[in-house]
């Protein structure tokens, strides 16, 4: 079972024209995201992302970035 957001809902329609179609879009997705990561409680939930590939990131991904990270800081050290 998948919840879907209701194009035709009068506060995703007011919203829209308030604040236009990208802003909807954004609340959109966070509804979706919510939903998908949290359905029972609604709150946000931490999720690792990849904002060049604007995705969220593989378990490696982030690895890597901490790897990297630590050697950065580790050079940087008197």
């Given at each position: 079972?998948?919840?879907?957001?209701?194009?035709?809902?009068?506060?995703?329609?007011?919203?829209?024209?308030?604040?236009?179609?990208?802003?909807?879009?954004?609340?959109?997705?966070?509804?979706?995201?919510?939903n998908?990561?949290?359905?029972?409680?609604?709150?946000?939930?931490?999720?690792?992302?990849?904002?060049?590939?604007?995705?969220?990131?593989?378990?490696?991904?982030g690895?890597?970035?901490?790897?990297?990270?630590i050697?950065?800081?580790?050079?940087?050290?008197?």
């Amino acid at each position: 079972m998948k919840e879907v957001v209701d194009e035709d809902d009068e506060k995703l329609k007011n919203l829209r024209k308030e604040w236009g179609e990208e802003v909807k879009n954004a609340v959109k997705t966070a509804l979706v995201e919510l939903n998908e990561f949290n359905p029972s409680g609604r709150y946000t939930v931490p999720v690792l992302w990849n904002f060049e590939q604007e995705r969220k990131a593989t378990l490696k991904e982030g690895i890597a970035h901490m790897i990297k990270e630590i050697k950065t800081r580790k050079r940087k050290l008197p």
